[in-house]
């Protein structure tokens, strides 16, 4: 099997350390085109690396073109000629470019906002006011949590739309969530392992490796995490989505989290991070209580942010720690400055504190809940209805459709990009290629389209879909 | 000597394991009042620490009153029924107050604007053109180093105020230079030396050392950091402020600067982080070029901060990076998300594009000068004016008063804060507490202070500060 060595890494992490030297032998012709990489299974045992390492790197290379995939096969080495074009030599200036490009037609992998929106008069009320009558306050170093004013209405909001009871000093406000998971990490030791779902949100293991903790992906059932399967990975942390997992959609029932709690308090250091990313779009059904509110061992770390209800652009996230942690944070963590500004803290207090962001809540329920019907409306009366199964629709903004197609995942989202839909597939969220890894589930992300253009999006999309009995 | 295992501190920071360690044996009694503790070199060495654990350690002691200390002697074990009342067990709950109190008449320690001085009128103004003409782009994610025109203006007045030429593409925005230094150990490797100024701002080696990286403290002299001491200390990395070192206030000369960057070049993977924190501020005398402008082998890293500019509550600085350094950036971390709101980061382009900003320093120069000249002229009449002497007034926001006195810098320290006045002594900025600290150097930053102050704030300090020949 194909061996590097690791011994002299410096600075690099490991995951790019293993792509640069993959990629050297495929520039160099010793890995020659079409031949196939281990298993990403067997290529960490071998290296001696996690699962998550291979799989990064193996993805790097996928997406600039070096490796091809075969669904249920693996990895191959790409023909080099193909992507000469594309190649950027290290030398050549890096152009930073806007993360989320303005030219699709509908865009159903972005988190951006629909313009039309955002409650821009009232934050523009609110915000002149702020600066015409807070100087002293605006101008007074924030503690390192956050304003006073601050978390205090996020306790209330907490209380109304959780039904949490948690006191201000419990709450550590940042400049987004990544931001708190490097708090997190310093917090806790990156010593520790952190279990985090398979499927997922990828970014979460990239920022827990850059910082050199290691990640262990445990598979995601119908009832949540596997507890059975968290208990064997030899994790410390389980940083889980129980309100609304992404991408699956599945809710964790209360079985499961009781599970989860006692498996936290059974060894000393054990913590779930509960990430509530996008609680407040529940649409349908009864919400089920937080882990944190029903955590008497004060093992769980509650996360959520206003990325989702106001604007991924304003960067404001919070968590709320247990006591204990409050105060290992308050001794080692609290030099550091908070990272939000005093006046968009003071903006966003003001905003809940007046009920303005209940009501933007209500009505982007309400705007998101109408998107989400003229979307599944136009899907089942058009071409796609016939040869797909809709999943997940009641909670936060996504929902599931899988369609029987003759396609690979990677050539239906290749020719949904070509005519202007940019779209992603359950599979690629998995940090696996087993056989048990679904295949032809579109997730349709529609916190950023207009209703506009559902009609030519879903007609173009299902153009794109040859059915499997055309 | 004593001695204290460090093998199983788990997710504890070595300072503050250390901390508990010699805390327990207080209040249990082990270590008896009056007890001299070993000298931080002897007991980093014997624990087989770094200097600066020991150092955070005693410090963090001493301000709970655990230890007392005796210049140019060391460290001695409080009376325990002294601080009985204010010890807090660490079960309580921990209050976050605002970090800089407003109960002082006059506040020489903290970075504080005076919120007269802020242009309110103009940001407000600003902002609601913002807010009511750029929707699209307020609601479309930021670039990872931030928004395109954001950068742009931060290039021209790179150029323009030090006369540097970069590429908008080189310049990385984030949500304070402390979370800058998290990035810059992500990408430079955490297991890299970073050499510290001695004396120096304390809270850089805190943020280093809660990322495991190690610090070493390199003394400065008249001429700048030394190299020699530098190239002794095995550090990779220079962290440094060349253009107004805090709290010295010493301008490293241009000689001093190339010999850095000889420094730099002599092996691979050395680097010059150039904290340019303040120099937009400089009142007298001519610029010296940044090390970043002379810099032809990529070894320096450039930052600033809008903190000192505008306000400390608004979290906005940027880092110039190398071009070899922004490839492995964009390569590593760019997965990151700007952690500057969208809205601040649009309001602060125009206000600098526009010309405000220029304004709004030339306007701020202007009226610190007036400032430090009141607060001169006041020393120099009061009764202090007979037994002190003034040093470094013509860079930065602070300069340095010796004083004959026969109190201890923690003695005069506390009288004035009993008397209102808050204000440091710049042995406290050293790394340790060898004969050659000077004592009795009262360090002035009068970025916070109002002009109505000064009069009632020197008759109170002077008061404080009893003459030896009294």
Chains 1, 2 share one sequence.
Not at 108 to 113: A, D, E, L, T, W
């Amino acid at each position: 099997m194909l061996t590097y060595s690791f011994t002299d890494i410096g600075s690099d992490s490991l995951y790019h350390h293993l792509y640069n030297c993959i990629k050297k032998d495929i520039v160099s012709g010793v890995l020659e085109p079409d031949t196939k990489l281990p298993s990403k299974r067997s290529f960490a045992k071998n290296l001696g690396v996690s699962n998550i390492t291979v799989e990064n790197a193996y993805a790097a290379l996928q997406a600039e073109g070096y490796l091809y995939s075969i669904p249920k096969k693996g990895f191959y080495v790409s023909k080099l000629t193909d992507l000469i074009a594309t190649d950027t030599p290290s030398s050549a200036p890096v152009l930073q470019e806007a993360s989320s490009s303005p030219n699709y037609l509908a865009d159903f992998v972005s988190n951006r906002m629909n313009p039309d929106q955002f409650p821009f008069s009232v934050w523009s009320k609110i915000i002149r006011e702020t600066l015409s009558s807070r100087h002293e306050e605006l101008m007074t170093a924030s503690p390192w949590g956050g304003t006073a004013v601050l978390r205090r209405a996020i306790c209330g909001h907490l209380k109304a739309f959780r039904g949490m009871d948690v006191s201000p000093d419990q709450i550590i406000v940042g400049a987004g969530t990544e931001y708190l998971y490097g708090l997190l990490i310093q917090l806790l030791g990156q010593d520790k392992i952190v279990a985090v779902e398979n499927p997922g949100y990828h970014k979460i293991s990239k920022i827990y490796e850059s910082s050199h903790v290691t990640c262990i992906p445990v598979s995601i059932g119908e009832h949540g995490i596997s507890v059975t399967e968290l208990e064997r990975s030899g994790a410390h942390i389980a940083h889980i989505s129980p309100a609304h997992h992404f991408p699956t959609g599945i809710v964790t029932p209360i079985g499961t989290r009781y599970e989860l709690l006692g498996w936290a308090t059974k060894q000393s250091g054990r913590y779930i991070i509960e990430d509530d990313y996008d609680s407040e779009f529940r649409l349908n059904g009864n919400p089920i209580p937080t882990m944190q509110s029903i955590d008497v061992s004060e093992r769980v770390i509650y996360m959520n942010t206003f990325t989702k209800t106001l604007s991924s652009t304003m960067r404001i996230s919070y968590m709320v720690l247990p006591k204990h942690l409050l105060t290992a944070f308050a001794q080692n963590l609290s030099f550091y400055s908070c990272t939000v500004s005093n006046f968009e803290q003071y903006t966003l207090a003001y905003f809940i504190e007046e009920g303005y962001f209940e009501k933007h809540i209500n009505r982007m329920r309400t705007y998101y809940r109408g998107v989400r019907d003229a979307l599944l409306d136009t899907i089942r009366q058009s071409p796609l209805g016939k040869y797909c199964t809709i999943s997940e629709e009641d909670a936060g903004l996504h929902f599931l459709l899988q369609v029987q197609t003759s396609l690979s995942d990677e050539e239906l989202t290749q020719k949904a990009h070509q005519a202007g839909i940019r779209i992603s597939c359950l599979s690629q969220y998995y940090y696996d290629t087993k056989e048990s890894v679904p295949e032809h589930v579109l997730v349709f992300n529609y916190s950023g389209i207009t209703r506009d253009s559902i009609p030519k999006a879903i007609r173009l999309l299902a153009e794109c879909i040859k059915p499997l009995d055309r």
